[in-house]
């Protein structure tokens, strides 16, 4: 995985409060190189998922387990626009940031088969792994749970005085939970270094945005609180990074707070328990034809001049990993019943 840009030094202009952004507009030329890494880190996540539904199909894998497939280019995009200090929490649906934030795919797999060579020594599973090493703060699998964790997470680098911001990743579901309202309200009255990610995915568990949650845009969440917010096409890395470049180099310049509405789409259930009977093939298919972020990417970099046996090459490596990550996963031995006991106070 490609570390994390370090935060561009210009700053650009910002929506008014509450302003829906016009997608589409302004974005800038990626190099070839940056479109790589962004082609190589979201398919490490979109194979590294899909391997870890194979798994889960294959009883490897217990409990819940919520995929990413389709949701790459958010998390890829908010990671090239922050810097190494910056820290990052989410919910339930997480293995794609740990990745992204450079967690090992062997370690993340171990843990979510139970096993000790994973992230948490395999107490944590799918939901509740974590690295410190990489500023990642966890998923969280109480809905909306993380975003006081996050809001917390950014008046911790205010209060240290740290060029850093904490990006809290949220869905579209969560939005609707009482406790994100008082972190706005937090995070606004501080000015807060904190960035919103709202995850928008068209359905909380098997409810449509439409049948669930009033008003139609939830950028506009934070506008009571005076927070800036901005919809952005989600399936696009190229306008996340910009949108992600434009949000921290606004709340790290001490302006307080920052939503981002991601327009995404998720192609696989709820969890893998959901045979996701709410929506349509045909709906799933049509995104999958014309919005897949990983062949947006693909497009752009054949304009670029890459070729067809490069792309094949960097496909072939990234199974490999995956490859090696199952099986360092079953190969690991589960831990010892006195990790029961550990973990669990810390003196200070």
């Known amino acids: 995985m490609a570390k994390p840009a370090t935060r561009a030094a210009s700053r650009r202009p910002i929506a008014r409060k509450g302003a829906k952004a016009k997608r589409g507009m302004n974005r800038p030329s990626p190099t070839r190189e940056e479109l790589i890494n962004f082609y190589r880190d979201m398919l490490l ?12 199909g294959m009883g490897l894998i217990g409990g819940f387990c919520h995929l990413y497939i389709g949701q790459e280019a958010v998390v890829v995009g908010m990671q090239a626009a ?3 200090a910056s820290t990052v929490v989410t919910s339930y649906r997480d293995h794609g940031h740990m990745l992204a934030c450079g967690m090992e795919s062997r370690g993340v797999m171990a843990e979510l088969t139970g096993r000790v060579g994973g992230y948490s020594k395999g107490k944590g599973g799918s ?36 060029d850093a911001v904490c990006l809290t990743y949220l869905g579209d579901g969560a939005a609707n939970q009482g ?5 706005f309200n937090m995070a606004s009255l501080w000015k807060l270094p904190c960035i919103y990610v709202i995850e928008n995915n068209k359905y909380a568990m098997g409810t449509a945005v439409s049948r669930g949650t009033a008003g139609t ?12 917010g901005e919809e952005i096409d989600g399936m696009d890395v190229v306008a996340v990074k910009a949108a992600g470049e434009k949000a921290v180099a606004y709340a790290s310049s001490g302006k307080g707070p920052y939503i981002l509405e991601m327009k995404t789409y998720r192609y696989r259930g709820h969890s893998m328990s959901d045979p ?26 054949a304009e670029a001049g890459v070729s067809d046996d490069e792309l094949k090459a960097i496909d072939r490596d990234i199974r490999a990993t995956v490859t090696e990550a199952a099986d360092f996963a079953q ?16 003196e200070a």
Do not use: C, W
Request: a neutral charge; hydrophobic letters at 35%; aromatic letters at 10%.
């Open 45 to 56: 996540i979109r194979r590294f998922e899909e391997k870890a539904g194979q798994m889960y």
């Open 82 to 84: 922050i810097n190494e």
């Open 127 to 162: 939901m509740h792994m974590f690295s410190r090493e990489k500023n990642f703060f966890g998923g969280h699998g109480i809905v909306a749970a993380q975003v006081p964790i996050g809001t917390g997470l950014a008046f911790g680098h205010k209060y240290k005085g740290e």
């Open 179 to 183: 406790q994100v309202y008082e972190s």
């Open 217 to 228: 845009s939830l950028a506009e969440r934070g506008a009571a609180y005076g927070i800036v």
């Open 276 to 301: 996701a009977k709410y929506r349509t093939k045909d709906e799933v298919n049509r995104m999958r034809q014309e919005h897949d972020p990983i062949d947006n990417v693909k497009a752009r970099l």
């Open 331 to 346: 190969s690991s031995p589960e831990p010892d019943p006195s990790e029961l006991y550990t973990d669990i106070l810390i």
